[in-house]
């Protein structure tokens, strides 16, 4: 198994996002507080999707009053926002999902002076968060057809092809290590036939896209 490659620099990240296939999912660990920040995994995918972000930002939103502060319930959840056609017509990128897993109400650290700056939650908490969006993420996948409740043969064709595509650093970003991350994904994802892919690993080993991965779902 290739070893995992240094963190991706943003211009690396964006031209991984070009190359990956259709229908690729891109997870990515976030906040409720509705933003990405311009740098990263999350700053290449809003770049890349700008009608998939402010799906995500209105997600995050009282729908009904939108000056309350961000949605606290969205907290352990996973929201799978589908391709939107603006995002990928005539431009130089594919039809991906993106997959918003809600780990922490805000990010990066407390302005002790304003209340719309609350900070990234304890690590505990982020950890317990990941867990149950990891959960909710599967059961998503579950129904859009991916996977069948046959103890024989649990994961459909298409399944068996999907790409979970996560920033390496992404993680990181909440005070999570790779290591105890991958242990939480294969915790949810055992038996899964697809691949879940590091966008590192994409770039940097694989000249044509699909034919060598990282998998982190190889417990070897």
């Given amino acids: 198994m290739p070893s995992l490659s240094p963190t991706l620099n943003f211009a690396e990240t964006k031209r991984m996002i070009n190359k990956v296939p259709n229908k690729t999912i891109f997870v990515i660990f976030t906040s409720c507080q509705g933003r990405w920040e311009s740098s990263g995994f999350g700053g290449a995918l ?12 209105a997600h995050c939103r009282d729908p009904d009053n939108a000056s309350l502060p961000p949605r606290r319930d969205r907290l352990g959840t996973c929201y799978i ?18 997959a918003c897993l809600f780990v922490s109400y ?3 650290h407390r302005n002790w002076l304003s209340f719309s700056k ?32 046959d103890v024989d043969r649990p994961w459909r ?64």
């Avoid at 009608?51 to 930002?57: D, M, V």
């Avoid at 317990?128 to 909710?136: G, M, Q, S, V, Y």
């Avoid at 991958?182 to 915790?187: E, S």
Wanted: positive net charge; glycine residues 8%.
């Fill in 81 to 98: 926002i589908p391709p939107q056609r603006s995002d990928y017509t005539n431009r130089p990128f594919p039809e991906g999902y993106v």
């Fill in 46 to 57: 809003r770049q890349a999707f700008p009608a998939a972000y402010e799906r995500y930002r």
């Fill in 157 to 220: 064709e298409n399944g068996r092809k999907m790409i979970l595509n996560s920033g390496l650093r992404n993680c990181k970003d909440f005070q999570m290590t790779w290591e105890e991350l991958k242990i939480l994904i294969r915790r949810h994802f055992k038996g899964w036939k697809g691949l879940w892919a590091t966008s590192d690993e994409v770039f940097h080993l694989s000249s044509s896209v699909g034919k060598y991965y990282y998998n982190v779902l190889d417990t070897q």
């Fill in 106 to 108: 805000g990010d990066g």
């Fill in 118 to 149: 609350p900070g990234r939650d304890a690590k505990a908490d982020v950890r317990a968060n990941t867990d149950r969006a990891l959960a909710e993420l599967r059961r998503i996948l579950g129904d859009m057809g991916l996977w069948d409740q």
